[in-house]
């Protein structure tokens, strides 16, 4: 049985993996995520998450950093 615990990207802990479910924020922001691989259905890691500042996630073995305000906009399922 899946949960749909769905929560935003600055949300997840360093170490913490996740499928991508949606991304909210605007055609030109979605189009510029999913130009580096955060579409929906994409298994990520976060690799920082210092709880300000911008953060890392590796997705498709390509590390990517993300301001706080654009992870905000991206919807994820936490998985172990």
């Known amino acids: 049985m899946t949960t749909s615990r769905t929560i935003s990207l600055d949300q997840l802990p360093p170490g913490g993996q996740a499928v991508v479910r949606r991304l909210t ?25 210092p709880g300000r500042g911008p953060l890392l996630v590796s997705v498709h073995d ?16 936490p998985f172990a």
């Open 25 to 49: 924020g605007g055609r030109e922001l979605a189009g510029r995520l999913c130009t580096l691989g955060l579409v929906a259905g994409a298994s990520l890691k976060m690799l920082q998450n």
């Open 62 to 77: 390509t590390r990517i950093a993300l301001g706080r305000g654009e992870a905000a906009k991206v919807l994820v399922e």
